[in-house]
Each structure stands twice: as C-alpha cells, then as structure tokens.
Antibody, heavy 120, light 107 residues
Framework: VQLMESGGGAVQPGRSLRLSCAAS????????MHWIRQAPGKGLEWLSA????????YYADSVKGRFTISRDNSKNTLYLDVNSLRPEDTAIYYC??????????????WGQGTLVTVSS | DIQMTQSPSSLSASVGDRVTITCRAS??????LAWLQQKPGKAPKSLIY???SLQSGVPSKFSGSGSGTDFTLTISSLQPEDFATYYC?????????FGQGTKVEIK
C-alpha cells in the first residue's frame, strides 16, 4: 500500500492549489480517504474525509467552504482543492487511507505529505 | 468537538525504561482510539487502534489500554528507535481529533 501526495508549493495569500494523492497497492475504490495537515512544529489537524464512492464528504469547520475533497476512482487518485489560501494554511498536507473497524474508521497508512507554504 | 489531552507533553527517558503516556477524551469515545508515532521529518505511523489492538508489524513492546475517556500507551523497554513524538487520536465521531502530542526524548 502506498500513498503519494503532490501539488504543494509556495503560493501567495488568496490563491488556490489542487493537492493530489496517488494510491497504489490496494483497491482504491473500496476505501474511504482522509486529508490531515500539520503546521510547522505543530500537531495534527484533520481536514476532510470522503467515502469510497465519493458520495459522502466531511469537512473540518476551519476549512469548510474553502477546501473541497474529491476522488477519481478510475485514476486511483484523491484530491483536495484548497482555495482562498491564508498564511495559517501553511502546513504539510497528508492523505491517509481509512480502515473501517467496528463501524468507525481510523487512518492507515499515511502518505509522506506535501508542503504548502502561503506567503506574500 | 471532542478534545483530546495528552500527558505529559514531553518526557526524558533512558534506553530500557518503561514509558507510559496518557490520553484523556473530553467525552466518552468507547474504544475508538488510535496511537500514532511520528519521527522528525516523517509521516505519522499507526501503532495501535481500537485502544489496545496492535497494528500489523508493530513490535509487542508497544501496548495500549483504556476505554471511555482514559487511555494509556506503554512502551515496555524504550529503544533508540522509539524516540519520537506520540499522538493519540479519537475516531468515535466527526471531526476526528488528535492529542497535542508527547515528545519522548533521550535522557
């Protein structure tokens, strides 16, 4: 199982980015997926989740309305569109595969992350 | 949102020491708790899920316990490769939330 994020970079406030997470080694279309971020030197913040078929989505209040999660099961790829970026969005963005157990899902594995830096 | 509080925030320990980290949830989460390990510059790695189930490939020196609101992670005999930051995470309800982390350093 491997997850590989891409699409990060340095952007100015107010701009947008599309982050991607390429999945391999498992049947991508059978699993929910999550995005989590970590600001420099800080802890972990969950951002968003999407069901295996893309029909159900969840967002943290801090990004609702600015970030959009989606997936393309034909390409084994998860996306996170991040809009109206703010300096406080500077972080490493991780994707993670959802493991369903007991009616709840936890995260494993995590990708290596992609760094987003928002600065003028 | 459910708040997760870890203690201590950091600790210094020697190789061979037994180390215990605690995690408290602001409301009951049944046993829907995971423990993660993160080494500098690396992605988090899952150690334990469902409060006490060891993730495949994780050595048995790691163990977890607890249910409801109070949980612990124990490392039975600390080794050099175990110096890292450890996070608890609840997945009982959305949004999933993490503890602030416990940094385990070499004494």
């Amino acid at each position: 199982v491997q997850l590989m994020e891409s699409g990060g970079g340095a952007v100015q406030p107010g701009r947008s980015l599309r982050l991607s997470c390429a999945a391999s080694g498992f049947t991508f279309s059978s699993y929910g997926m999550h995005w989590i971020r970590q600001a420099p030197g800080k802890g972990l913040e969950w951002l968003s989740a999407i069901s295996y078929d893309g029909n159900t989505k969840y967002y943290a209040d801090s990004v609702k309305g600015r970030f959009t999660i989606s997936r393309d099961n034909s390409k084994n790829t998860l996306y996170l569109d991040v809009n109206s970026l703010r300096p406080e969005d500077t972080a490493i963005y991780y994707c993670a595969k959802a493991i369903l157990a007991g009616g709840r899902d936890w995260f494993d594995p995590w990708g290596q992350g992609t760094l987003v830096t928002v600065s003028s | 949102d459910i708040q997760m509080t870890q203690s201590p925030s950091s600790l210094s320990a020697s190789v061979g020491d037994r180390v215990t980290i605690t995690c408290r949830a602001s409301q009951g989460i049944n046993n829907y708790l995971a423990w993660l390990q993160q080494k500098p510059g690396k992605a988090p790695k899952s150690l334990i899920y469902a409060a006490s189930s060891l993730q495949s490939g994780v050595p048995s020196k790691f163990s977890g316990s607890g249910s409801g609101t109070d949980f612990t992670l124990t490392i039975s005999s600390l080794q050099p490769e175990d110096f890292a930051t450890y996070y608890c995470q609840q997945y009982n309800s959305y949004p999933p939330t993490f503890g602030q982390g416990t940094k385990v350093e070499i004494k």
